[in-house]
């Protein structure tokens, strides 16, 4: 079992930068691969980024591609996004997810992945 605690939400302006962090705890964690995924309000959850196991493969959403970056420390199991230039339209809970095995032609599937954090709030202002 694995569990992941997402922080670093907040408020931001638009053009501003946040960072979030989830810490993951629990059997292996630091050989799972790693991604977020968020949901705005009236929406479908959606996904962001996923970072493999060593953190040497790396996929983005094309609305999010050129700004944000997710990174992943395995000796702290901890893995992060960066977020920068943020709209607006960025404005979700953002979730932490892992899972041991990553499809990396699936990548982007809400069903890929077995453990999920409770998410954390980013509200961007216009």
């Known amino acids: 079992q694995v569990q992941l605690l997402e922080s670093g939400g907040g408020l931001a302006q638009a053009g501003g930068s946040l960072r979030l962090s989830c810490a993951a705890s629990?059997?292996?964690?630091?050989?799972?691969?790693m991604g977020w995924f968020r949901q705005a309000p009236g929406k479908e959850r959606e996904f962001v980024a996923v970072?493999?196991?060593?953190?040497?493969?790396?996929y983005y959403a094309d609305s999010v591609k050129g700004r944000f970056t997710i990174s992943k420390d395995n000796a702290k199991n901890m893995a992060y996004l960066q977020m920068m230039s943020l709209k607006p339209e960025d404005t979700a809970v953002y979730y932490c997810?892992?899972?041991?095995?990553?499809?990396?032609?699936?990548?982007?599937?809400?069903?890929?992945?077995?453990?999920w954090g409770q998410g954390t709030q980013v509200t961007v202002s216009s």
């Open positions: 629990g059997r292996t964690s630091s050989t799972y691969g």
């Open positions: 997810v892992a899972d041991p095995v990553i499809n990396w032609s699936d990548y982007d599937r809400v069903g890929l992945y077995d453990y």
């Open positions: 970072i493999g196991w060593s953190g040497g493969t790396t």
